[in-house]
C-alpha cells in the first residue's frame, strides 16, 4: 500500500495547478498538523496494512515550519516503521527551505525530494507565476545534495505560452548540469478551474500538439544521452532513482489518501476526503476520518485504468488486458514502429510514446 499525504498550503496560487490548495488562512497550520496526525493514526490502524511508501505533496510541504515538520513525521512514526519503506518523498519549492531545513528532512527520515522549479527561463517562470529565480531554484538543489538526499528529483514543465525550442533546450541543460537523480518533465496541460483554462477558453492561449512533441522528444534524446532512463511517459531517472511511490500508482497497487481533498483507492473502492481545510480539520476531530465520498470500482473501470496507466511506463501492459479488437489493433501500432510485443507485453515505443494518451483511447 502506498500513503499519500496531501499538504495544502502555498504561498501563492499558480494559474496552471488544480489541486486544491490555499494561501495560509484561519485554519491555522498547527490544527492542520493536529487534525492530519489524528486522521493518520486513525485510518493507517483500519487499513491492517503497512504502508511501503509516503509521499507527502500538495500545496507545497516545504512550507511547513521545522516544529510542524517534526511534530508531524513523529505522529506518524507511531504507526508506521519507517525502517521497512521502500520510500519517504516530499515534495518542495525553492526557496521555501535553508541548508538547516533541508538537513531536518534528512534527519526525519526523507530519502526522496522532489523539486518543483518548472523552468531556468525567467520570463516562462513570470508566466508561471513562480516566485522563485533560476539561481535561487539552482541553489535549493545544491541545499539537498549537500544535505545528503538520496534521491533528488526536479520538476519540469513544457509547451508553456511563450516558451520556445531554445529556452526549454536551455532549462534542460541547465538542470542536467545540477546533477540531479531524477527529472520529471511535463507537458502542459490546460485543467479546469485554473487561470490558463479560463485563457485557452477565451482564446488568449492555444495548445499546439506539434510544438508539444517537439518539446518531448527534445527533452526524450538530451536526457538519454545524458544518462537518464525513459521509464514512464514524463519521467526519466538516473539506474536505481526510479520513484518507487509513483510506480505503484501505475503498476495499480492500493493506496491511502489523506488530507483534504486526497483520494484513497483500496481493493474495489475510491473513496475523497472533503476538499476544504477548515471541515476537514472540524470532521476529523470529530468523526477520526474527512471522507465525502465514495464508489465501487468494477472489474472493467480497473482494466481501463492499468491499460491507460501502464502504456505510459517502460514495463508496459499485459496484451491479456486487451479484447480481440484492441489486440488487433496494438499488432498494427507495432507494424507501424510505435509499440513492440514481447512475451504477451505491449509496450510504447518512438513516436508512440508521445502518443499514449491517443493510443490509450484507441486500445481501451
Not at 36 to 63: C, D, F, V, W
Not at 244 to 265: C, F, I, K, R
Request: with cysteine; hydrophobic share 35%.
Amino acid at each position: 500500500m502506498l500513503l499519500y499525504l496531501h499538504i495544502p498550503f502555498c504561498h501563492r496560487i499558480c494559474p496552471y495547478c488544480s489541486f486544491y490548495k490555499h494561501t495560509p488562512g484561519p485554519s491555522s497550520a498547527g490544527d492542520f498538523i493536529n487534525a492530519l496526525s489524528r486522521e493518520a493514526k486513525h485510518r493507517i490502524a483500519q487499513t491492517n496494512e503497512a504502508p511501503r511508501t509516503i509521499y507527502l505533496g500538495g500545496g507545497t510541504p516545504s512550507m511547513l515550519s521545522p516544529s510542524h515538520l517534526t511534530q508531524l513525521f513523529e505522529s506518524l512514526q507511531e504507526s508506521i516503521d519507517f525502517s521497512k519503506l521502500d520510500e519517504v518523498t516530499l515534495e518542495a519549492n525553492p526557496a521555501t527551505f535553508d541548508a538547516k531545513k533541508a538537513a531536518l528532512f534528512r534527519e526525519l527520515g526523507v530519502t526522496r525530494v522532489s523539486l518543483g522549479i518548472q523552468s531556468f527561463a525567467p520570463h516562462v517562470l513570470a508566466t508561471l507565476g513562480r516566485e522563485h529565480s533560476p539561481d535561487e531554484a539552482a541553489r535549493s538543489v545544491e541545499i539537498l545534495h549537500d544535505a545528503g538526499i538520496p534521491h533528488i528529483n526536479i520538476d519540469l514543465m513544457f509547451s508553456i505560452p511563450g516558451q520556445t525550442k531554445s529556452d526549454w533546450e536551455s532549462t534542460l541543460t541547465r538542470a542536467i548540469e545540477l546533477k540531479p537523480h531524477h527529472i520529471s518533465a511535463y507537458n502542459l496541460t490546460y485543467e479546469e478551474d485554473t487561470a490558463f483554462f479560463e485563457s485557452l477558453q477565451r482564446g488568449e492561449m492555444r495548445e499546439n500538439e506539434d510544438i508539444d512533441a517537439e518539446h518531448f522528444h527534445l527533452a526524450h534524446d538530451l536526457l538519454l544521452s545524458n544518462g537518464f532512463d525513459h521509464y514512464e511517459t514524463s519521467n526519466y531517472a538516473q539506474a536505481g532513482h526510479q520513484s518507487s511511490h509513483n510506480l505503484g500508482y501505475w503498476q495499480g497497487e492500493d493506496y491511502l489518501g489523506l488530507g483534504p481533498s486526497a483520494v484513497t483507492t483500496i481493493g474495489n473502492t475510491r473513496s475523497k476526503n472533503i476538499p476544504d481545510t477548515a471541515r476537514y480539520i472540524e470532521q476529523v476531530n470529530t468523526l477520526g476520518h474527512a471522507l465525502g465520498e465514495a464508489e465501487h470500482i468494477d472489474p472493467e473501470s480497473r482494466r481501463i485504468e492499468r491499460i491507460a496507466l501502464g502504456l505510459r511506463t517502460r514495463m508496459g501492459i499485459p496484451m491479456s488486458l486487451l479484447d480481440t479488437a484492441a489486440r488487433s489493433r496494438a499488432t498494427t501500432l507495432a507494424t507501424e514502429g510505435l509499440a513492440h510485443i514481447d512475451h504477451d507485453t505491449l509496450t510504447l515505443v518512438g513516436r508512440g510514446r508521445a502518443l499514449v494518451d491517443p493510443i490509450a483511447a484507441e486500445l481501451i
